[in-house]
């Protein structure tokens, strides 16, 4: 990474902005100071920035109304090709401000609707009970009389009422409807002797309703808000097809959304240049890589831009831009799931790419599976091109799947057949089945492991002695990294009650003593007083149970495997079991079982083999040598999604 | 026959208490791991190898189970010939890695869904989450080296 430092006159700041844009190679810093600020155009950024909120409240509210296309059509569309002229006349004309006032017009007549239309349908649920009342609400009351309307819990009703009626005679009660457990009643009742009522029905648990200022009889309310229903679903129907006429304009809706995208962040990254009247200076990270080319470029259009280039300084932290080779470029989405590497520190990308794909194809472990994986991942990657993140987790899916069918062939697994179903020319190739033998299987996945924390072990050595810690790189990693490779018989032998011969486990163990020794004596290196420097040493064995815990965890490696073999095996155990059925039936269901059982097992497992290898990666790899926490490079370029804009030649 | 009863008894808790932990475990993590989702989805592939990393107990469990079906195979007698005491001995030799397996899951996947937290709020530090969590699991590694140098001393004879 290079600090690139621009200096130029103020007439060509907007060119060198494009240019800059164009080349997508430059994360711009800020270097504004304040007599800078108060030169920056903020109003023409925002006035940009509402348009273009207008243009996606806009595409927001027209997604549900746009014709559906199908995925294989979305796929094989490319982008919008536009010219600069037409997105000039799109924007000069107000076209986005025209079409936000029609959708906000549509929206609210829809939501005025819609609400108006739920307010109906709850008054004509709340009387429906009451329709049997012939009388109208406005004529409820007379000088002496009045109705009020209670809800009664149904078994309490009748007694209640009736013992109303004995005890207040010029009182009469009429039940409308028993529904949901309440009588819906209206009483006639004295004006005297409404509070009475009262009492005697909330003491039966009654709840009364009144319907203030309705007019007419229920039913005809009823009637009436139900012809209103018609009439909603029309307002409704109406502008749902005016939106739908708006959606066919949705393709230049997504061109002036790009457009007022790049005008945003043209306009809002001179928010970090330095200006002066006259002058304008612009700092940014610039890839070495790329510097003759952006040399050239500015050299190519501009005269008088002063250019000058350093790199990092100390205590800097640049942004972080990893490259690797083709083969090795899918793993970075491994490394960048879990941090980037600083600046000093080495991409751990191509080292742990092998074992990724190794432990991948282990854990995966069937043939079949890793073909099918391979496929789809072509098919996603050739059809419909994704990019960035995407297309390199496909890319590396499809390596995974090679990788998954050769190790499956070596381990016998192809969709869990049987192994003596194999054509002798296949049979001969494989190597170890681990079902038969798993305990081969979990000592070849020990060894692994072993070997992929020694190689951790190793990269940290190695950039010890690069960066001149001697000591530590020979105490603290090369003694280590001779120690657990002279432990590894041992423990075979002690702790999984492998076989070890004779000679070597003497000669194991006379290293062990020895080099334990020398790292009790070397562990305290860099403390004052022998009492500290024996404490240090002491407890620099306690590592000694991280590693072997470390090791144990690479069993995963032979779980995971397993369990992809044992649930193949069932899918077709089962599918057999089903092929009997008569009339056919039983073709039909069993090449269902196999579709979906192997297609759910073939999902699962990828999941699996992806998180556990990666997390063999993270935890017991990176943990021995690498730190993290780069920032990602982010340059200042064209984010056009939806659209292209080409030139027309004249 | 109730020698292999008790063999079948001691597999059977190591792989199904060692899972269940595990189940526990991934389970707590990954409905803290949703509840970031639903606020960020860009995040969703660290937090998933958080959610994975409580899994490992169900492994080591399945893992004993294949040490023990394994060591009672290398005894070559028939499955009605195995005494009760080696029956009662592979049991108690399942227990570690089952009870370690159990509890480390759960309160690994405690600290897993707390390290959705800490992503949620500064994802550049998932590392520091994971080790967080990978030192509730050593205790699992634990419990299985007791149940592997138990098994290894297990013999017909005793």
Redesign the interface.
């Known amino acids: 990474m290079l600090k690139v430092h621009l200096l130029g006159h103020d007439s060509v700041r907007d060119e060198v902005k494009r240019f800059l844009r164009g080349l997508g190679a430059v994360e711009v810093t800020d270097v504004a100071l304040e007599r800078s600020e108060s030169l920056f155009d903020e109003e023409s950024v925002r006035e940009y920035e509402y348009r273009r909120e207008q243009v996606e409240s806009c595409l927001d509210f027209l997604e549900p109304y746009a014709e559906k296309r199908s995925f294989l059509e979305k796929a094989g569309v490319g982008p919008i090709v536009t010219t600069s002229d037409a997105l000039e006349e799109l924007d000069r004309s107000g076209f986005a401000q025209g079409i936000w006032k029609s959708c906000s017009g549509l929206e609210k007549r829809m939501r005025e609707a819609r609400d108006g239309y739920a307010r109906s349908r709850e008054l004509v649920h709340m009387l429906a009970p009451w329709a049997p009342i012939g009388v109208p609400f406005g004529s409820l009351s007379t000088n002496r009389f009045v109705v009020r309307f209670w809800t009664i819990p149904e078994r309490e009703a009748p007694g209640t009422l009736e013992a109303i009626e004995e005890a207040m005679p010029c009182t009469e009660a009429v039940i409308c409807a028993e529904e949901r457990g309440w009588a819906f009643a209206a009483v006639i009742v004295a004006k005297e002797e409404t509070e009475m009522l009262e009492e005697r029905l909330k003491a039966a648990g009654g709840v009364e309703h009144s319907f203030g200022d309705l007019s007419g009889t229920p039913s005809e309310i009823i009637e009436s808000e139900l012809a209103s229903h018609r009439s909603f679903e029309e307002i409704i129907k109406a502008a749902e097809g005016e939106a739908k006429e708006l959606a066919r304009e949705r393709d230049k809706l997504l061109v002036l959304l790009d457009h007022y995208t790049e005008r945003v962040g043209l306009g809002s990254i001179e928010k970090h240049f330095h200006r002066t009247e006259s002058t304008f200076v612009v700092e940014g990270w610039l890839r070495a890589a790329g510097r003759r080319a952006f040399e050239r470029g500015i050299r190519d259009r501009f005269e008088d831009i002063e250019l000058y280039f350093r790199p990092p300084e100390e205590g800097e932290e640049p942004p972080i831009d990893l490259v690797n080779r083709p083969l090795v470029n899918p793993c970075e989405f491994v490394t960048t799931l879990y941090g980037r590497p600083v600046y000093r520190e080495t991409d751990p990308t191509p080292l742990l790419a092998p074992f990724f794909i190794l432990f991948f194809a282990l854990c995966l472990t069937d043939a079949g599976y890793g073909l099918a994986l391979s496929a789809v991942s072509a098919i996603i990657l050739i059809r419909f091109k994704p990019s960035g993140g995407t297309a390199k987790l496909m890319r590396l899916l499809f390596i995974g799947g090679i990788a998954t069918a050769a190790v499956g062939i070596v381990t016998g697994g192809v969709f869990g057949i049987e192994t003596s179903q194999f054509p002798q020319a296949v049979r001969s190739l494989i190597l170890i089945n681990p079902l038969e033998e798993p305990m081969k299987m979990l000592n070849i996945a020990f060894l692994l492991g072993l070997s992929h924390m020694l190689f951790g072990m190793g990269i940290r050595m190695a950039s010890n002695f690069r960066a001149g810690l001697v000591a530590d790189a020979l105490f603290g990693d090369l003694l280590w990294i001779l120690f657990l490779v002279v432990l590894a018989p041992l423990g075979f032998s002690a702790i999984l009650g492998g076989y070890v011969p004779d000679h070597l486990f003497f000669w194991s163990k006379r290293a062990s003593v020895l080099l334990a020794a020398l790292i009790f004596l070397t562990g305290g290196r860099g403390e004052k007083g022998i009492a500290k420097r024996f404490f240090k040493g002491l407890i620099g064995f306690y590592d000694v149970v991280g590693y072997f815990g470390d090791v144990l965890s690479y069993a995963r490696l032979l779980a995971l495997g397993l369990a992809t073999s044992a649930i193949a095996l069932a899918v077709n155990g089962i599918a057999a079991m089903v092929k009997g059925l008569p009339f056919y039936t039983g073709y039909v269901a069993a090449a269902l079982i196999l579709v979906l059982g192997h297609g759910f097992n073939m999902a699962v497992n990828t999941l699996g083999a992806f998180v556990h290898s990666g997390r063999l990666q993270y935890l017991e790899f990176f943990s021995k040598f690498f730190t993290g926490g780069g920032r990602e490079f982010r340059p200042f370029r064209n984010e056009r999604r939806h659209s292209v804009v080409k030139e027309i030649e004249e | 026959m109730l020698g292999f009863m008790l063999v079948v008894l001691g597999a059977a808790l190591a792989a199904g208490l060692a899972g269940a932990g595990s189940a526990l475990g991934t389970g707590v993590a990954g409905q803290a791991a949703n509840g970031v989702v639903s606020e960020d989805p860009e995040k969703f592939?660290?937090l998933?190898?958080l959610q994975?990393?409580p899994?490992?107990q169900g492994?080591?469990g399945?893992?004993a189970l294949?040490?023990i079906i394994?060591r009672v195979a290398g005894w070559g007698v028939s499955l009605q010939e195995i005494p009760v005491s080696a029956g009662l001995e592979i049991l108690g030799a399942a227990l570690p890695v089952a009870i370690t397996g159990l509890v480390s899951g759960l309160y690994q996947g405690k600290v897993c869904a707390a390290a959705c937290s800490l992503v949620a709020k500064r994802p550049?530090e998932?590392?520091k989450g994971?080790?967080f969590g990978?030192v509730v699991?050593?205790y699992a590694?634990?419990g299985?080296?007791g149940t592997?140098?138990l098994l290894?001393r297990i013999s017909l004879g005793a």
């Open positions: 592939g660290r998933l190898v994975a990393l899994g490992t492994i080591y399945l893992v294949f040490m394994n550049e998932v590392g994971m080790v990978v699991e050593t590694v634990l299985l080296l592997i140098l290894q």
